[in-house]
């Protein structure tokens, strides 16, 4: 259900990147559950925009042209005012490409979605920056937990530097145009309500999921901050990490840092499966609040 004051503040139409893609599915289809008028965009496996619900444009974003036509409705059959974007497209993760591939298709891919607003006078971007950013996958232990915002970017991978470059190159849009609205969504690992099935096994080794924290985020709840975002009004560039309230494990929040990370300072009264990847900035600023747990799909109480 969304709030209506969140509702009546989002844009009419909103372009979404990525929309292919496992969140970027969720968002779309949250957007337009809640009125929104979304021109979905991608260009995975070159498939005809025709075989994808609703109105769906395929858009190489490392050709800003196309990013400029598709802002603009300068595109056959896609026309109409664009009033914000949301820009979730990349090589999602550190690994699948070469190094330098990856770099090459992010950095240019989001400079020109940022461009592009600018040149179209879109004046609210909402944006998946990641939780590699504080510093995934924790072989080097995290400064304090719950991590939270407040700590400078500690990229460890290519696909990581580039999302914080992202985040720079944000700050600087907005200091050229002190009305644009820039937010970052620094995601954590994005589920299926399919991909709980094995979650119950991930408790007979809590290294395997050391490398975020035991994090994970709902694709709904997701798509449920992608939309808080939209309504946020505040200018300049800001960031949120955007994780599920719990761990993916059974075991207590406190009794996994202990076990894993005995020497790293834990800064307030953890609830027994609460997320070490702080939400309450996100909660207090944009109103995001997690709905969903994959105990719901495949905890105990599911069976």
């Given at each position: 259900m969304t709030d209506p004051v969140v509702e009546s503040a989002l844009p009419r139409r909103v372009v979404v990147t990525g929309a292919t893609g496992k969140l970027g599915r969720a968002v779309v289809r949250h957007l337009r559950d809640v009125g929104v008028d979304v021109l979905a965009v991608d260009r995975a496996g070159g498939r005809d925009p025709r075989d994808v619900d609703g109105e769906f444009l395929l858009v190489d974003l490392t050709d800003y042209g196309q990013v400029v036509e598709a802002f603009t409705g300068g595109?056959?059959?896609?026309?109409?005012?664009?009033?914000?974007?949301?820009?979730l497209a990349a090589v999602p993760a550190p690994g699948l490409l070469p190094n330098a591939t990856t770099f090459a298709n992010n950095s240019a891919a989001?400079?020109?979605?940022?461009?592009?607003?600018?040149?179209?006078?879109?004046?609210?971007?909402?944006?998946?920056?990641?939780?590699?950013?504080?510093?995934?996958?924790?072989?080097?232990?995290?400064?304090?937990?719950?991590?939270?915002?407040?700590?400078?970017?500690?990229?460890?991978?290519?696909?990581?530097?580039?999302?914080?470059?992202?985040e720079e190159m944000a700050r600087h849009f907005c200091r050229w145009d002190p009305e644009l609205v820039m937010v970052g969504l620094r995601f954590s690992n994005v589920m299926d309500v399919e991909d709980y099935v094995p979650f119950p096994s991930f408790d007979a080794d809590p290294r395997l999921r050391r490398w975020n924290l035991w994090g994970y985020i709902d694709a709904?709840?997701?798509?449920?901050?992608?939309?808080?975002?939209?309504a946020h009004d505040q200018p300049g560039a800001d960031v949120f990490i955007i994780a599920n309230a719990d761990t993916v494990m059974t075991r207590s929040s406190a009794s996994l840092m202990a076990e894993v990370y005995p020497g790293v300072e834990i800064r307030k009264a953890l609830g027994e499966h609460e997320t070490l990847l702080s939400i309450d900035k996100a909660r207090r600023v944009l109103g995001y609040q997690p709905r969903h747990s994959w105990r719901d799909h495949a905890g105990p109480a599911s069976r």
């Amino acid at each position: 259900m969304t709030d209506p004051v969140v509702e009546s503040a989002l844009p009419r139409r909103v372009v979404v990147t990525g929309a292919t893609g496992k969140l970027g599915r969720a968002v779309v289809r949250h957007l337009r559950d809640v009125g929104v008028d979304v021109l979905a965009v991608d260009r995975a496996g070159g498939r005809d925009p025709r075989d994808v619900d609703g109105e769906f444009l395929l858009v190489d974003l490392t050709d800003y042209g196309q990013v400029v036509e598709a802002f603009t409705g300068g595109a056959d059959e896609h026309a109409g005012r664009v009033d914000a974007i949301v820009h979730l497209a990349a090589v999602p993760a550190p690994g699948l490409l070469p190094n330098a591939t990856t770099f090459a298709n992010n950095s240019a891919a989001t400079y020109n979605v940022f461009a592009a607003a600018r040149a179209a006078g879109i004046k609210r971007v909402v944006w998946a920056s990641s939780e590699t950013v504080l510093g995934l996958p924790f072989d080097t232990p995290p400064p304090y937990a719950p991590v939270d915002e407040e700590y400078a970017p500690r990229p460890e991978s290519t696909y990581s530097l580039n999302k914080a470059l992202e985040e720079e190159m944000a700050r600087h849009f907005c200091r050229w145009d002190p009305e644009l609205v820039m937010v970052g969504l620094r995601f954590s690992n994005v589920m299926d309500v399919e991909d709980y099935v094995p979650f119950p096994s991930f408790d007979a080794d809590p290294r395997l999921r050391r490398w975020n924290l035991w994090g994970y985020i709902d694709a709904r709840d997701g798509a449920q901050a992608v939309e808080r975002g939209l309504a946020h009004d505040q200018p300049g560039a800001d960031v949120f990490i955007i994780a599920n309230a719990d761990t993916v494990m059974t075991r207590s929040s406190a009794s996994l840092m202990a076990e894993v990370y005995p020497g790293v300072e834990i800064r307030k009264a953890l609830g027994e499966h609460e997320t070490l990847l702080s939400i309450d900035k996100a909660r207090r600023v944009l109103g995001y609040q997690p709905r969903h747990s994959w105990r719901d799909h495949a905890g105990p109480a599911s069976r």
